[in-house]
């Protein structure tokens, strides 16, 4: 089974910064991307950033140029990460981590449980 481990959520005030991370530990599965998708109350859930095996990186147009996506690999786990920078207060949301990738045979999609993040004006 694989887990998503999610942190970094947390409060801040209008044009502050946080970093969220999420890490999924490596086992018998390639991962094709990583990324990070928000949903606020009463609305959908929303792509926010994703990043490829290759660095290839996509984000919405409405944290472009202040959200950054990354990630990391070692042998133990891959993480991935969003730096947040100029926060609004309609960037409020729980902010879910997702993995594709393939558990051979079968393509592989997980989700994190979600982390809360709030900015207050």
């Known amino acids: 089974q694989v887990q998503l481990v999610e942190s970094g959520g947390g409060f801040v005030q209008v044009g502050g910064s946080l970093r969220l991370s999420c890490a999924a530990s490596?086992?018998?599965?390639?991962?094709?991307?990583m990324g990070w998708y928000r949903q606020a109350p009463g609305k959908q859930r929303e792509l926010v950033a994703t990043?490829?095996?290759?660095?290839?990186?996509?984000?919405a147009d409405f944290v472009k140029g202040r959200f950054t996506i990354s990630r990391d690999s070692d042998n133990a786990k891959t993480t991935v990460y969003l730096q947040m920078h100029s926060l609004k207060p309609e960037d409020t949301a729980v902010y879910y981590c997702?993995?594709?990738?393939?558990?051979?045979?079968?393509?592989?999609?997980?989700w994190g449980q979600g982390t809360l993040v709030t900015v207050s004006s």
């Open positions: 990043i490829t095996n290759i660095g290839t990186t996509t984000y």
């Open positions: 490596r086992s018998s599965f390639s991962v094709n991307s």
């Open positions: 997702n993995l594709r990738g393939l558990w051979a045979p079968r393509p592989l999609e997980v």
